[in-house]
């Protein structure tokens, strides 16, 4: 009966538009008055509790990563690679979109950070081209959702610490597939592009693509460094959060240089409204 009345509240909170958060406490407070508990002390001090935890400090870590390499050059880099090795095939875009898809996801681990920053570069680029916008936004979405797969994987985090789940483990469980998912967006873009006969951008030279590996090489240590910590017990998810946050931050500002102090804090402040919508979702 109590399971009945939470679903029923949960959907139709949930169909009025409710965030998923507030229809959470909401289910959570209409159960709680159903079973005459009314002390509100219980609501914080549960959702206190749902987000204390060490292991969870990895999200804030990842999202401000995130911010860091996108603000830092990072993101571009990856672009520029892609293109310099794939771009010459018809529909090259789209590769280039799902492959710096799958590298910005074994960066940051944030779906909506890492389609954003893809948007933003290649959606003008497919329009200029002559890409159906729609399809083209459906393309990077559908990149955008490797990133809870590839590690280092918010989703995996929260999974671990709710399920009392190795997150290590989840993490190198994902390399695989989030690889597959990659390859089989491209499969299904190889025949839309061949279909719709896409636009072919210029075949760049052997020279060029070095150059351009030579130049996202920092970007791409990244995950190697954060994989090979994991693996041989060096540093936990957590630690590794943290790694990931100096190591992009001390890229963007030293290596890249397109990082300023001033900078820091508008980053800072974006990836901690970031984080709160996560925490709010797993307190609640």
Not at 5 to 28: D, K, M, R
Request: charged share 10%; aromatic share 10%.
């Amino acid at each position: 009966m109590t399971l009945a009345i939470y679903i029923v509240v949960l959907l139709a909170l949930v169909a009025i538009g409710t965030p998923i958060s507030f229809a959470l406490l909401g289910c959570a407070l209409a159960l709680m008055f159903y079973l005459g508990m009314n002390d509100p002390q219980i609501v914080v001090q549960s959702m206190w509790d749902g987000a204390n935890s060490f292991p969870l400090l990895a999200v804030p870590f990842f999202m401000l990563a995130g911010e860091f390499m996108n603000a830092g050059g990072m993101t571009r880099r990856i672009i520029r690679l892609a293109m310099a090795w794939v771009g010459h095939i018809p529909g090259g875009l789209g590769y280039v979109a799902v492959i710096a898809a799958v590298i910005m996801a074994s960066l940051s681990g944030s779906a909506a950070a890492d389609t954003a920053a893809l948007a933003a570069v290649l959606l003008p680029m497919m329009r200029s081209a002559g890409y159906d916008m729609p399809r083209s936004g459906g393309l990077i979405a559908s990149g955008g959702i490797i990133a809870p797969v590839i590690p280092p994987s918010i989703a995996m985090i929260l999974l671990g610490v709710t399920g009392q789940v190795s997150i290590a483990k989840l993490f190198l469980a994902g390399i695989v597939p989030g690889i597959l998912m990659g390859i089989a967006i491209m499969g299904t873009w190889y025949v839309v592009a061949r279909r719709d006969k896409l636009a072919v951008e210029p075949r760049m030279s052997w020279r060029v693509r070095f150059t351009e590996t030579r130049k996202a090489f920092w970007a791409l240590l990244l995950p190697v460094v954060i994989i090979g910590g994991l693996k041989t017990g060096f540093f936990t998810p957590t630690e590794a959060a943290i790694i990931a946050a100096w190591y992009s931050l001390f890229v963007g500002i030293f290596v890249y240089r397109e990082i300023r102090l001033a900078n820091l804090y508008g980053l800072i402040l974006a990836a901690a409204k970031t984080t709160a919508v996560v925490m709010l979702l797993v307190a609640a």
